[in-house]
């Protein structure tokens, strides 16, 4: 089962931050049974943890709301985190629940960006403030950020454009997590063809390369840990890059 977890800091009941966060998680999902995998979702709303949060950076002290919270996103496979923008950076609420967290809550899980504001001229806020903080805490954060302004929720073709960034942004996540738990394309695969050829009978690489991943299906083995990515061997040399 694949644990989805959203991170939210909807500032009112019913605001677009919230919208466009339930329609991330519903195209997760929906990406999650396109792929063969189930899905369960869980939600926390950063407003509601405000007073732990200012009491903590203030004291040290986490309340069990917040050990709650934070366990929640040890616990998680995926995240979803979203916040609303104000004056070009997400709201303080928001990156403050992330600053107080533990250094490695999100290592080696995949994250998924949102964020709302008023004008396009705020869709790299997340970019700018988010993916460096989440990537700090060694998340892994999908290369499409989903950032809706107000003209997205009323007109058609915003709607449309809003609705296509979700769902690649979505299919990304989920690609991604089923990719680093071992679920991968070819575990719907048939029964292997006894009549296949001398050469096929002396290739085991497909076997080799296989394992059965934590959602309970058989796919491509585990890539590599995050902390690979600091190992000289698959560095590529600054002075290689700009030859291009």
Do not use: C
Not at 16 to 28: Q, R
Not at 128 to 137: A, D, F, I, Q, T
Request: aromatic residues 4%; glycine residues 10%; charged residues 20%.
């Amino acid at each position: 089962m694949m644990r989805i977890l959203s991170i939210t800091t909807s500032l009112s009941e019913d605001s677009t931050t919230l919208k466009l966060s339930n329609k991330i998680i519903a195209a997760a999902t929906s990406a999650a049974d396109d792929a063969g995998l189930s899905a369960e979702t869980d939600h926390i709303n950063v407003r509601n943890l405000s007073s732990d949060l200012t009491d903590m950076a203030l004291t040290g002290f986490r309340s069990e709301n917040l050990e709650a919270a934070f366990a929640q996103v040890a616990e998680a496979d995926v995240i979803v985190t979203v916040a609303p923008v104000y004056k070009v950076a997400p709201v303080g609420l928001h990156t403050l629940f992330w600053q107080l967290i533990d250094e490695k809550a999100l290592a080696n899980k995949p994250v998924l960006i949102g964020s709302t504001g008023g004008t396009p001229r705020h869709s790299l806020a997340g970019e700018n403030v988010l993916r460096p903080m989440l990537s700090y805490l060694k998340g892994i954060v999908v290369p499409t950020t989903v950032f809706a302004a107000t003209d997205d929720w009323g007109s058609i073709e915003g709607g449309r454009s809003l609705n296509a960034r979700i769902a690649q942004a979505s299919e990304e996540l989920i690609g991604l997590a089923a990719s680093l738990n071992g679920v991968g394309a070819g575990s719907s695969a048939g029964p292997t063809d006894e009549s296949a050829g001398p050469a096929d009978e002396g290739d085991d690489t497909d076997t080799a390369s296989t394992t059965t991943g934590e959602f309970g299906r058989r796919g491509a083995r585990r890539n590599p840990s995050i902390d690979d990515e600091f190992d000289p061997e698959l560095i590529t040399p600054f002075a290689q890059l700009l030859e291009g």
